[in-house]
């Protein structure tokens, strides 16, 4: 009740910014620059069209940057979500970041690693947030393990350095190094995104890659326990096609654990959409699949289906409404909301 009460007035909140002037979202100060950003989103949903249920989603990005010259910058960012809310955290984000013009950009502090930045997810124009621990899972409940992420997720409970290269505007690539946490000893991620946006097809091709020494406990899908083992290893391979008003999209996750200990987690996590945005109106139909214990023969294997229609009117910049209708676990389900954006 406390986080449903809390992400109601962070909605509240949000109502009133949306409804202010724009530039009370940005401020500039000679060479500092301070910005807000975010959005939250409030409605229902409805388990097998049957007692309707509070949905209730908030993200706050908070950016400080100070520009030393016009190729070089240094900032620190802030950010907290309802995830976070839930997991008793106080941040999402907390990190510094030294940004050089037309070279790259460097993050140290607790923030997420560069294989899950430079993923692509798959189009969701609802309020159920489908590509990071989707909210259809906590309100259709689960009976097994789900990979809730489509893209490679370390967390961002150690710290970590990231290191990423924009020589090439229609690449960018970059690695990763975290540990000095309780979760595990070292994590070391990289990826690498390619887009092509110059013809009337546009494209994006996104591939990573994460290994992770002896994870104690450690879970960043929500939907899956903790796991212990000797090492885990995550592949990741995602694809958007952009064609006039139509984007098309592909996703897949690998996750495999060294001698787990407990229940399996790991798996692979697929998944597939199309949207279509003509006006205020958009469409996207989305379905994700997740089969965990997989890689073990001693451990029952659990998969999952989910697919998710969703419909989105935008009344203006800051504020739209929007419907879902699926299934998941076999059982449908009906969502409505409105979500503000600043």
């Known amino acids: 009740m406390t986080n449903k009460i809390n992400a109601i007035g ?30 939250g989103t409030a409605g229902i949903i409805e388990p097998n069209f049957d007692k309707p249920d509070f949905v209730g989603d908030f993200n706050m990005r908070a950016q400080m940057k100070y520009n030393v010259s016009n190729d070089h910058a240094f900032g620190f960012v802030y950010a907290m979500d309802e995830i976070a809310l839930n997991e008793d955290d106080w941040y999402d984000d907390l990190f510094g970041f030294w940004q050089w013009r037309g070279v790259g950009r460097i993050e140290f502090g607790l923030t997420d690693s560069v294989a899950h930045k430079l993923g ?49 505007p229609n690449m960018q690539y970059g690695v990763s190094v975290s540990g000095l946490g309780k979760d595990y000893d070292l994590g070391i991620d990289a990826g ?20 992770m020494n002896k994870p104690d406990d450690f879970s960043t899908d929500t939907f899956t326990p903790g796991v212990t083992a000797d090492w885990r290893g995550q592949l990741y391979t995602g694809l958007n096609i952009q064609y006039n008003s139509w984007i098309f999209a592909l996703t897949g996750r690998l996750v495999y654990d ?61 504020v739209d409404g929007w419907t879902s209708v699926g299934m998941s676990r076999e059982d449908p389900f009906l969502a409505a909301g409105i979500r503000l954006t600043f």
């Not at 009337?200 to 990573?208: D, P, R």
């Open 10 to 39: 962070i909605a509240t909140v949000l109502t009133i910014l949306a409804g202010m002037d724009g530039y009370a979202l940005s401020y500039n100060v000679g060479d500092f620059d301070l910005s807000l950003s975010g959005y």
């Open 120 to 168: 692509l997810g798959l189009p969701d124009v609802g309020g159920l947030r489908i590509n990071h621990d989707s909210l259809i899972y906590r309100k259709m409940g689960i009976s097994g393990p789900v990979i809730a992420n489509p893209t490679i997720t370390n967390g961002t409970s150690a710290p970590r350095l990231n290191l990423v290269m924009t020589t090439n």
């Open 192 to 211: 690498i995104k390619i887009k092509h946006s110059a013809a009337k097809t546009k494209y994006a091709l996104s591939l990573g890659a994460s290994f």
């Open 258 to 318: 060294k001698k787990p200990i407990g229940i399996a987690t790991d798996g692979i996590m697929a998944g597939t959409g199309v949207s279509y945005d003509v006006l205020n109106y958009t469409l996207s139909l989305s379905y994700m699949f997740s089969d965990t214990g997989i890689w073990h023969n001693e451990d029952k294997p659990y998969d999952d289906h989910t697919v998710v229609a969703s419909f989105r009117y935008k009344y203006s910049k800051f």
